[in-house]
């Protein structure tokens, strides 16, 4: 059974036009964390959330914002979308322990036209 | 430096073979440590974590050196489903929102092939 949730895998838009990206869990893990990965790079964390908490990384752009309603729940906004975020934005959980990893979701993949 | 260093490979290998990625990390606080693999196109998935003891899980083995910062993953009796791409990851505090933070290495890419 799926634990983390992503929805939509696949998600078309238009430059400059807001999209929504979806992340569930039945995990019940304190922290969210959202990841956009390009082709042959690493995640990149954008965010996250220790519970109602929200953490900004330093170098993530405005145009990224996030909302977690509840625990269950993660959404990724981007508000204007340009041609540079195409990417696969994974969202990731986890408990709040060192020795707890992250489980993570199948990922949107996100173009950009 | 960067935080999480990996060769990038492509390493190509014939099955049956055996195959050792390295991985260094510069931060020395770091507290946890595992390797993950990603098929193409798909989520990064946990293979196995990283302990100093050293740990295996059937064909594969992991091993840390904290003195040295360095990380090591042997698979052995390389099957061609092995093919994926291996991150190396490090897990640290954040001490400002008192969570914790992977940092992952590019990658090291291996084919195993017939």
């Known amino acids: 059974d799926a634990m983390v949730i992503q929805n939509p895998r696949y998600q078309v838009t238009q430059f400059g036009k807001p999209v929504t990206l979806s992340c569930s869990q039945t995990?019940?893990?304190?922290?969210m964390y959202w990841y956009q990965q390009k082709s042959s790079q690493a995640p990149k964390l954008l965010f996250h959330y220790y519970d109602k908490d929200f953490n900004n990384e330093a170098d993530t752009p405005d145009n990224f914002q996030s909302r977690r309603p509840n625990t269950s729940f993660c959404f990724l906004d981007i508000r204007s979308p340009g041609l540079g975020d195409a990417a696969m934005y994974l969202c990731?959980?986890?408990?709040?322990?060192?020795?707890?990893?992250?489980?993570f979701g199948p990922g949107t993949r996100l173009t950009v036209l | 430096r960067k935080e999480v260093e990996q060769d990038p490979g492509p390493f190509n290998v014939p099955e049956g073979a055996t195959v050792a990625f390295n991985c260094t990390y510069s931060?020395?606080?770091?507290?946890?440590f595992f390797w993950y693999r990603q098929d193409c196109r798909k989520e990064p998935k946990l293979l196995m974590s990283?302990?100093?003891s050293g740990n295996e899980d059937g064909r594969f083995t992991a091993q840390l050196n904290r003195a040295s910062q360095y990380i090591s993953l042997l698979i052995r009796d390389s099957k061609l489903s092995d093919s994926a791409t291996y991150l190396c990851?490090?897990?640290?505090?954040?001490?400002?929102?008192?969570?914790?933070?992977?940092?992952f290495g590019k990658g090291t890419k291996l084919s195993v092939i017939p």
């Open positions: 931060n020395s606080a770091s507290q946890s």
């Open positions: 995990l019940n893990h304190n922290v």
């Open positions: 990283v302990y100093s």
């Open positions: 990731a959980t986890s408990r709040v322990s060192a020795q707890d990893t992250q489980y």
């Open positions: 990851v490090v897990n640290r505090r954040d001490s400002g929102a008192g969570s914790y933070q992977l940092t």
